[in-house]
């Protein structure tokens, strides 16, 4: 039995491939049919945890862009807040008065 493991941030995928259990029928052309099945199937798998591996990293530096871009919004909504020419007076029309 093969295993082939590979890492990914925390997450484990691991792929068992089963040797052929009848060993007394085995001839050149089924060794043959055996390690191309073998690598079509090792080849999907690593496409699939390449797209996933890609996928995951897509999001995550998404994600890190939207808590940027938030966080500016709310730093410009409270710099607002201190603008000089936004006193209450001036909304008011009070500025004359006191």
Known sequence: MHKFSL???KLVFTVFIASNANP???NDDDDDEDDGKRMRVFIIILITVLV???TII???VAHKH????KRQ??????LKLFEEGDDIEDELGL???I
């Open 7 to 9: 890492y990914v941030d």
């Open 58 to 60: 897509a999001l995550m």
């Open 52 to 54: 996933l591996t890609v």
């Open 73 to 78: 919004q709310e730093q410009a909504r409270f």
């Open 66 to 69: 939207w808590q940027k871009k």
């Open 24 to 26: 007394q029928t085995h």
């Open 95 to 97: 500025g004359t008065i």
